[in-house]
């Protein structure tokens, strides 16, 4: 029997949770012989082309009828009922009935289901919460951020929770359906505990699959450079400021140092922070493609990792995957209680809080010492494994073959 993957959404994979769900897809295609995938139908031929083995099976993206496109223009306030109730909105409600539909048509063909959301509608999951399946048919679910917006944590929540109920509701259904749930992070596990009844035994912290590099690199503390060049690529969001970072920097003399930013800047963070730009602060604000952010992480003598202020940080990001494959050495700004804290451990010389000034000028005047340089690497090189193609393909290959 076949297995199939289910994929809210790939398109043209640019943004992190289409490349964490293309590269687990490559992992998945090397181990089975016949593997079959539902997504929709914004993915571009080149991609499909890619996978050798794989069939693809597309659903609309723009699907809305004509009658609620006409319901969105005219009766905002019954479209706002429909979404309370359902826990869905059009687009979303109507690709979970896609889903079921094609499941309903299907389901008999696979052993295993693996449902894998893009976005923040877990339309998937949903999907599977109102059918019958063959017994000893596998449903594997992965959950890679909080749902719905108003379970995100601070500062990152929005929405109204009372709204919300129904969504809840909804993926509440989906975890009973489940044979295997499946989350990156322990933290984010942790947190989906508050709001939701999940069976322990069901559950695994997988961490997201990216590209994959098995390489050891030594850090080489007799590189010649005019300045060491410490590296952020990616997006910048509202709670990700680096204004403390950027201020500790510029008070501090006589460091042989550049920072550089790469990638987009929500609007109030570069307000802040543009002030700073000069010789020895390069502030790149636009979004570059994932190569390119990749061969700057390569490029660089440092990293540079930020989160939110918070207490709390439930997220395993997607470039703290990547930055780790890179061998560099990571500045970290992260919550104490956060996934990243938890897998470096309190050992890590290189990490702190967002706007912990102490700590940050700490960081700065040790860089170039050899022992936290090594005991940085030495950390970093062994958490390589558990991201690598090799651990994942052998977790997911332990839960499906049971």
């Not at 992965?142 to 108003?150: E, F, G, K, L, R």
């Not at 989350?183 to 508050?194: A, G, I, M, T």
């Not at 309190?346 to 005991?375: G, H, R």
């Amino acid at each position: 029997m076949k297995s199939l993957v289910i994929i809210e959404e790939i398109g043209d994979i640019s943004v992190s949770a289409s490349i964490v769900n293309w590269s687990l897809l490559e992992v998945l295609n090397k181990r089975f012989n016949y593997l079959d995938v539902l997504t929709l139908d914004n993915i571009s031929d080149e991609h499909v082309n890619k996978l050798n083995g794989c069939s693809f099976y597309l659903h609309k993206k723009n699907n809305l009828s004509n009658f609620q496109i006409l319901i969105r223009k005219r009766f905002k306030l019954i479209q706002t009922f429909f979404q309370i109730l359902f826990g869905n909105d059009f687009e979303h409600y109507n690709r979970v009935k896609n889903i079921r539909k094609f499941l309903t048509a299907n389901k008999n063909k696979y052993e295993n289901i693996i449902l894998l959301s893009g976005g923040m509608g877990f339309s998937t999951h949903q999907a599977v919460s109102k059918i019958s399946f063959l017994n000893g048919t596998k449903i594997i679910g992965v959950y890679h951020d909080p749902y719905p917006s108003s379970a995100y944590p601070e500062p990152y929540n929005a929405g109204n929770k009372y709204y919300e109920i129904f969504k809840k509701r909804n993926l509440q259904n989906s975890f009973k359906k489940l044979t295997h749930i499946i989350f990156p992070s322990q933290r984010l596990y942790e947190w989906y505990l508050r709001d939701y009844k999940i069976s322990d035994r069901k559950v695994s912290i997988i961490p997201h699959a990216v590209k994959f590099d098995d390489r050891i690199v030594k850090f080489n503390e007799t590189k010649i450079v005019e300045k060491f060049a410490i590296v952020h690529t990616g997006t910048l969001l509202e709670p990700r400021n680096p204004k403390t970072f950027i201020d500790v920097f510029n008070s501090l003399k006589n460091l042989d140092i550049k920072l550089e930013f790469y990638g987009s800047i929500h609007k109030n963070v570069y307000k802040s922070i543009k002030c700073f730009e000069g010789d020895t602060v390069l502030i790149n604000n636009k979004r570059i493609p994932y190569s390119q952010a990749l061969n700057k992480q390569k490029n660089a003598d440092f990293l540079l990792l930020i989160e939110s202020g918070e207490e709390f940080s439930p997220f395993l990001p997607t470039k703290f995957v990547d930055y780790v494959n890179s061998g560099k050495p990571i500045i970290v700004l992260t919550p104490e209680k956060s996934e990243i804290s938890r897998l470096l451990t309190n050992d890590y010389p290189f990490k702190t809080t967002l706007n912990n000034k102490k700590e940050i000028q700490n960081i700065y005047v040790n860089l170039d010492n050899y022992n936290k340089l090594q005991l940085a690497i030495k950390i970093l090189n062994n958490l390589k494994y558990y991201f690598s193609e090799k651990f994942i393909d052998s977790a997911y290959s332990q839960i499906l073959n049971k």
